[in-house]
């Protein structure tokens, strides 16, 4: 310690300044009159004990804002602490030094002076000259009480502790020990620290000393309804365990030999496989030996559960009435003729030879068209019983096959449970939306259906909980699918593939007067007296409100319908109501019109061509747009075109470039224009070959300023050499050509084998015009005059200017887009 000292101009006050060596603590605040021990590892730290040992023995505590800090600087340091006496210093045998220090009196840092060890500090001292008033006494005799209260309730604080701090009579003392004795925050014990006044010191004392009191009596609350809770929890196991002793005294001891005995009658009258009838007597003796209250003794009870409820032996008789299975699926489904005809095949099979195995069926087509509820039709036609699982999002292997049993809870999996619920063991199994699985780390699911849907395979299904082969081979499995690419290759190669396209206007016309809307008047209360549609009010529901492949949003539509005419026939007061639903009233009820039906474009259009795509919900008209403009060369493509649609624009214009002589374009027309291609719905991704045509006939029309027929469309992929190659997805594109009220379809040649698929009604209203090479499909679809060639003969060509894309003619003609 340095003790300098001043004197001011008139002599009249004299003030000392006195330097120690700092100590910074970390989580620790010590108060004036505190004997505390410290283990200091900081080099900083010992030397300034080792300093202070040299020096009087004095050295300055004080509490870091931040404990993380392992290199603290003035500004990490509070400036209030305590100055204290190092009364011992032991170094241990790992470097640290062991300090036992006595807090003497408050200070505050005015000045650091930063040795190249340690700190010295200039402090100054903050004496305790407080008169003792009433208020103090009060103050002091209310934080005693409370102490003592804090005592009872700390189990840390001994009642001899606590007495000796009461009979601290000087006031100051006792504040600055009772602080150092409570568990607060280190902010929360500076802050005591940093106080000068002693009442306000008190007062905050005693608030915390209050806050404190509070927090020990929830926590001493909770710890007492834990014990409580674990007190009953005992108790009740307890009474338990005395209630079995008594019941086993009483004779209860046999129930647990009455109920293997009952078991072991269910395994004598059960018919199981070889196999199986083995495995289960194995586990069955095992179970004899166990304790009846053993973990183990659960699982082969449960194991052998299982195998004696599965319906190894048992089936239902088939009908194979060909005439009765054949009027229950019409009556169920109209329409449908292809799984209809496979499924009286294989009846038909199955009368004459008894032994053929079940048919694997993959019923594909847009959602709606019925490929769900045929399969409970076929169960119905069929006389089997009827199971559906559903594998949309399925991603874990063990959903097939199931859990190995050394895993707590472990159950077979879908295709055993499901078989179970079906009762026999030849239902009708429908495998729900089996394009909808995924894969993980788990497994691929739709690995593990390749065992259960081979033919091959399947009569010895192996399930990982039973660990037994069972027989699939008498189960007819129907899956349905939207689309087949999400189909793994080998799944496909296992199934019989059966396309359901969409229906036709006449088709969900009578679905909807044989089913949909006695379904709904039936679900909304109504009668057939109440309501009645005549066709035209079907047709135009099913032409202007929607537009799909199967039949759900015309149910939605009808079903709408007889809920208002429901409130109609509440509003009337009875029964007797009769509503007729005509074409004219649809709008008051279903309101504006959402679809355009009949109405193709209004005028003949330059650069316009209508053609026709694949959707997963059926086909859809695109109508596909090309402009061309003054510029260099540039092919652009909006509309969110996919890869494969993009190369499908680059072969038309190539195609176009290399036919430009032969349509009566100079050979460089490409260097001084640009061309614009887009196809209209933006925001809807469009991908895939077909439409190739379709794109080289809006470049074309737009170069040589020839409107396309508004009644045509088309369809078909171009090669560089103008052929024209096959598509797939016809006959859903051209029910599309129908509901958009299209005359005309140019199909490729080689897709003359698919119109036999496409119902004799819709090709008498749509032309299907078969076409092999562009040319053709130009002199198709493009506007000519009387005796107009549109090819140059001899490769006659034509001068071409940028003057030529104005407009020379009316603005009807020439213009470039419809808009």
Known sequence: ??????????????????????????????????????????????????????????????????????????????????????????????????????????????????????FMVEV???????????????????????????????????????????????????????????????????????????????????EKLSNEINILQLEQRLRSRVKKQMEKTQKDYYLNEQMRAIQKEMGSKDDFKTELDELEKSIKRKRLPKEANAKVRQEFKKLKLMSPMSAEATV???????????????????????????????????????????????????????KIRGPILCLVGPPGVGKTSVSKSVARATGRNFVRLSLGGVRDEAEIRGHRRTYIGALPGKIIQFLRKAKSNNPVFCLDEVDKMSMDFRGDPSAALLEVLDKEQNFAFNDHYLDLDYDLSDVLFITTANTLPNIPLPLQDRMEVIRLPGYTELEKLNIAKQFLIKKQVEENGLNIENISFTDKAILAIIRNYTREAGVRNLEREISSICRKVAKEVVRAGGQKTKVVIKSQSIHKYLGVSKYRYGRTEEKDTIGLTTGLAWTDVGGELLQTEATIMPGKGKLSLTGKLGEVMQESAQAALSYVRSRARYLKLPDNFYEKIDIHIHVPEGAIPKDGPSAGITLATSIVSALTRKPVKRNVAMTGEITL???????????????????????????????????????????????????????????????????????????????????????KENSDESSLVAH
């Open 721 to 807: 050499r103008g052929r024209i190659l096959p598509i797939g997805g016809l006959k859903e594109k051209i029910l599309a050509a129908h509901r958009g009220g299209i005359s005309r379809v140019l199909i490729p040649f080689d897709n003359k084998k698919d119109i036999e698929e496409i119902p004799k009604k819709i090709l008498k209203k749509v032309e299907l015009i078969l076409v092999e090479h562009m040319d053709d499909v130009l002199r198709e679809a493009l506007v000519l005059k009387d005796d107009e060639n549109l090819f140059a003969p001899d490769g006659e060509c034509k001068p071409f200017e940028i003057s030529d894309i104005s407009n």
């Open 1 to 118: 310690m340095f003790n300098l000292s001043k004197k001011d101009s008139d002599d009249s006050i004299k003030e000392e300044k006195y330097y120690y060596p700092l100590l910074p603590l970390r989580d620790v605040v010590v108060f004036p009159n505190m004997v505390v021990p410290l283990f200091v590892g900081r080099e900083r730290s010992i030397k300034a004990l080792e300093y202070a040992m040299a020096h009087r023995k004095e050295i300055f505590l004080s509490a870091q804002k931040d404990a993380r800090v392992d290199d603290p600087t003035p500004q990490d340091m509070y400036l209030y602490g305590t100055l204290s006496n190092v009364l011992q210093l032991l170094k241990l045998p790992d470097g640290t030094v062991k300090a036992l220090i006595e807090g003497k009196e408050r200070g505050r840092i005015d000045i650091f002076l930063d040795k190249q060890d340690f």
């Open 124 to 206: 100054e001292k903050l004496p305790e000259d407080h008169e003792t008033d009433n208020e103090t006494l009060a103050l002091v005799r209310t934080i005693n009480f409370k102490f003592e209260e804090y005592a009872k309730l700390n189990n840390k604080i001994g009642q001899e502790v606590a007495s000796t701090v009461v009979a601290i009579e000087e006031p100051a003392r006792l504040a600055d020990t009772i602080a150092g004795h409570l568990t607060l925050r280190v902010r929360d014990k500076q802050e005591i620290l940093e106080i000068e006044d002693l009442n306000k010191r008190l007062k905050r004392l005693y």
């Open 300 to 354: 082969v009870r449960n194991y052998i559960d299982w195998i004696l409820s599965l319906p190894w032996q048992e089936k239902t008789k088939e009908k194979l009435d060909l005439n009765e299975a054949e009027a229950i699926l019409n009556e169920d489904h109209y329409g449908l003729e292809k799984p209809k005809e496979r499924i009286l095949e294989y009846l038909a099979v199955q009368h004459l030879t008894k």
